[in-house]
């Protein structure tokens, strides 16, 4: 087995959420092509459905974009009924990405020069 670190997601990519009623769309996209692999092994839709389990989606699909090294998550029934009928400080669920993000992945050793951004500071 390959040594690895745990990083948060946000060193291998960056995201946006975009919302149309009650569904969120989450985009993934790697900030390196030599990431694009770690990031379809282990961003699955079992992955990101236990992420958002205390949302209760209904549904969650992946749809992966390799060409841009990208991919897109829509999430369903996760805006406690959407823009108009929500009544949290979020309705359009936009930081939505951002707990995505904070996911923990493993990353083979080799590829940490490939990692964007600063590490996290030690407790």
Do not use: C
């Not at 969650?60 to 991919?71: C, D, I, N």
């Not at 309705?91 to 490939?114: R, S, Y």
Request: hydrophobic residues 45%; glycine residues 6%.
């Amino acid at each position: 087995m390959k040594d690895t670190a745990q990083v948060p997601l946000y060193r291998l990519a960056h995201g946006r959420t975009g919302d149309k009623g009650d569904r969120s769309n989450i985009s993934v996209i790697a900030w390196s092509p030599a990431l694009w692999p770690v990031l379809v092994e282990q961003l699955t839709e079992a992955a990101v459905a236990e992420r958002f389990a205390h949302r209760r989606p209904s549904s969650v699909k992946r749809y992966l974009l390799p060409e841009l090294q990208a991919m897109n998550f829509v999430l369903d029934h996760v805006l406690d009924g959407g823009v108009n009928h929500a009544l949290n400080l979020d309705t359009h669920g936009k930081a939505l990405a951002f707990w995505l993000l904070d996911l923990p992945v493993n990353v083979p050793v080799e590829l940490l020069p490939h990692l964007a951004g600063p590490a996290p500071s030690a407790p």
